[in-house]
């Protein structure tokens, strides 16, 4: 596996333990720059999973609204 998925792997990660932990500004932050990631790499149906649980946490967020 590359280290590209490998790291954002990794990000989507460190989102859902910060979401845990209860950092959700953090969290919502995380999930917002590997969705963009994921979209950058055409995958987008991992972007719109990502965009999808930042509405869930946070359901008046503009960016994932917009995306």
Same mark, same amino acid.
Request: zero cysteines; charged letters at 35%; hydrophobic letters at 45%.
């Given at each position: ?12 990660? +460190?989102?859902?333990? +910060? ?8 969290? +919502?932050?995380?999930? +917002?720059?590997?969705?963009?990631? /994921? ?11 990502? /965009? ?16």
């Amino acid at each position: 596996m590359r280290q590209e998925a490998l790291d954002l792997e990794g990000k989507v990660e +460190l989102a859902r333990m +910060l979401l845990q932990l209860g950092f959700k500004t953090e969290a +919502l932050a995380e999930f +917002l720059t590997a969705a963009e990631m /994921y979209a950058e790499r055409k995958n987008n149906e991992a972007a719109l999973e990502l /965009y999808q649980k930042v509405l869930e946490i946070d359901p008046a967020n503009k960016t994932a609204e917009n995306k």
